[in-house]
């Protein structure tokens, strides 16, 4: 697997972000022997505090907060360079951020995977959805151009509820999933004393983030072989498709792409597009069920 960049942010404090970001930094680790870099872009840095407790060697665990200058993108070139430094020498990188609007959402771009933790009430529910649908509008034109996937993960899911929260207004977005749910764990501190959760010798803790860990790794192994981006198209591809010879042309008419996915057998991905959410192009829809 090629390096690969994940960011596990959401605007609300509390959802579980730092515990899934430093847990999965512990999947990786444990379960595929990956050497990882762990930013953590948060004043309270709760992820880089539990990771080092557990002093895992295969994890840097490194802390850049983001200051925020009104109409400068400031935050933004201290954030690319904190990724590009931390970013040298490992298999993955992994990047602990609460979302907030004084960074620009280009930031998002420079990830192979972004996971949105979410609760399950239907406000956050709600607003998650709305997070994503705006991040995916505002950068229709550059998602065409990179290998990106966006997961939810429903977090802090009561065990006994027979419903889990379905994202279904995410559901016509071929490029976003939600993932199997983290459950919530009464007293969830003293069980780091073991180590990360999915080693845990709970067997119903280990399995939990076992099978979060276990999506999000062949999440990543689907993404270089789901799409090919535009970018790498070889000369014959673009011959084919003369409309798509240069990237540039290709930015000064979004409206004339053709769809570059290469499972051309996948019928949903070929689906009209929705009244609804017209706004999204037709490469990031799900076909109608
Ligand atoms: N699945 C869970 N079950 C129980 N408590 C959790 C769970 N996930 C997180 N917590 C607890 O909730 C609080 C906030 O979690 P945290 O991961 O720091 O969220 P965020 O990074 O989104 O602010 C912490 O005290 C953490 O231990
Ligand atoms: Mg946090």
Redesign the pocket.
Known sequence: MKQVKII?T?Q???????????NLAGYFSAHHHKKISFIDF?R?A??ATLIKKIHDPNIGVYKKELFFKQGSNWSLMEARQALNTYSVGVDIVIA?L?WTFGLPYDFLLDFDLIIV?SSDTSLEVASTEIFVLEYIQKNMDKLRLINQAVVVVP???DPSQSEIPKFSGLDFLTNCSVSPP????????RYYEEGFLCTSADPVIAENFLNLGNFIYEKLESLSTLFVPIKKITPNLLTKHPINRTASKIIEQPKTLVSTRVNQTQPKSQASPSKEFSFIPKFLRRGKE
């Open positions: 596990i959401n609300k404090g509390g959802v579980g972000k730092s515990t899934i970001a430093s948060d309270q709760s992820g602990d609460t933790p977090s802090r899911i983290i459950y919530r764990i009464p007293g969830i501190d």
